[in-house]
């Protein structure tokens, strides 16, 4: 009998011991192999398009940045390749965005051990994996990143949102008051109000450090641009 055909992986996360170890567990799976590591977000790109996995497992969060910027790239010029995240935080928005930017799916480091085969097998049929507890609503409006599109096209993870939108988040994010962005925008602060409000139902975002960690993942912002003064 011919053995069934593995899995061809890529693994993508700057803590060796983390990625010997996530190697260990996979490699422990019949259908699944590891044929490359990654250990910083500039040579993603490069490991993937020379190897060509059928997925890639990727850390957020490596020197070199985020990795966010980077799948639609990956998308893009791998097309086949699919996308498994792999985060420390357990995040609505976060999970939102990179799925809007080409992921299929999407695991909290705290339960990649019972979780990741599970998830590989289910990206790698073309399906998506969200490894968060939700209720039904909100997985249907996650799916909605699955919708069938022309090759190589991928929305952002801002995509959603308006100019004006866009232009209040990017403030908040950088720590500026209602009261500043009003000013600065030539608004009031209640429709500054308004606008934070829209914006996070539409992300997924509660708090100011929502806010400030989404952009930061995304590579919108670097840690120094926050001020940690502003209220």
């Given at each position: 009998m011919t053995p069934p055909k593995k899995i061809r992986l890529v693994v993508a996360?700057?803590?060796?011991?983390?990625?010997?170890?996530?190697?260990?567990?996979?490699?422990?799976?019949?259908?699944?192999?590891?044929?490359?590591?990654?250990?910083?977000?500039?040579?993603?790109?490069?490991?993937?398009?020379?190897?060509?996995?059928?997925?890639?497992?990727?850390?957020?969060?490596?020197?070199?940045?985020?990795?966010?910027?980077?799948?639609?790239?990956?998308?893009?010029?791998?097309?086949?390749?699919?996308?498994?995240?792999?985060s420390m935080h357990d995040d609505l928005g976060l999970v939102r965005a990179?799925?809007?930017?080409?992921?299929?799916?999407?695991?909290?480091?705290?339960?990649?051990?019972?979780?990741?085969?599970?998830?590989?097998?289910t990206v790698a049929s073309g399906k998506i994996f969200v490894d968060l507890d939700l209720d039904p609503t909100q997985v249907g409006s996650l799916l909605v990143a699955e919708r069938k599109e022309p090759a190589g096209k991928v929305t952002g993870p801002l995509e959603g949102l308006s100019d004006r939108e866009k232009a209040v988040f990017t403030r908040l994010a950088k720590g500026h008051t209602n009261q500043e962005i009003a000013d600065e925008l030539e608004l009031s602060v209640k429709t500054i109000e308004t606008y934070r409000g829209r914006i996070g139902v539409k992300l997924g975002l509660r708090s100011r450090a929502d806010f400030v960690r989404f952009a930061i993942e995304l590579g919108l912002i670097g840690p120094e641009s926050y001020s940690s003064d502003s209220a």
């Open positions: 996360d700057d803590h060796t011991v983390f990625r010997a170890g996530l190697k260990l567990l996979l490699e422990a799976h019949d259908d699944m192999e590891v044929i490359g590591e990654v250990a910083d977000t500039h040579h993603v790109l490069d490991e993937v398009v020379r190897l060509r996995p059928d997925v890639l497992i990727l850390d957020l969060t490596m020197p070199g940045g985020s990795s966010v910027p980077h799948i639609e790239k990956i998308r893009r010029a791998a097309p086949e390749t699919r996308i498994l995240v792999l990179v799925l809007a930017s080409g992921a299929s799916g999407y695991v909290v480091k705290a339960a990649a051990d019972t979780e990741v085969a599970a998830a590989i097998r």
